[in-house]
């Protein structure tokens, strides 16, 4: 059974940094896409950031580019979003999503592309 686990949500002003982890209990964590999305009140659940197999593509959301950071380790099973200069905008609740692909240059973007999620980790941005 495929298990995401996300941890390092909480609240922060304005301009703060947070990392989000994800932990895998995936035995093929290293033929998974992954990414991260995240889901405000109201809205749609959109993409935030994805990562190829291997690490070496990455993919983000215009508004987060040059502030949040995707990464992996593979020998840990774990994910990693890296944010900083956090915005009010950015709150929401964040997924991690994993996708079993067989390119090792593939990222997901898409939610309906995404095969397993975790339960989530609420980010809050106080201004």
């Known amino acids: 059974q495929v298990q995401l686990v996300e941890s390092g949500g909480g609240l922060v002003q304005a301009g703060g940094s947070l990392r989000l982890s994800c932990a895998a209990s995936i035995r093929t964590f290293t033929i998974c896409a992954m990414g991260w999305f995240r889901q405000a009140p109201g809205k749609e659940r959109e993409f935030v950031a994805g990562?190829?197999?291997?690490?070496?593509?990455?993919d983000y959301k215009d508004s987060v580019k040059g502030r949040f950071t995707i990464s992996r380790d593979n020998a840990k099973n774990t994910v990693y979003l890296k944010m900083n200069s956090l915005k009010t905008e950015d709150t929401a609740v964040y997924y991690c999503a994993a996708d079993l692909v067989v390119s090792s240059t593939a990222v997901r973007t898409r939610p309906g592309e995404c095969d397993y999620w975790g339960q989530g980790t609420q980010v809050t941005v106080s201004s």
């Open positions: 990562i190829s197999r291997s690490g070496g593509n990455t």
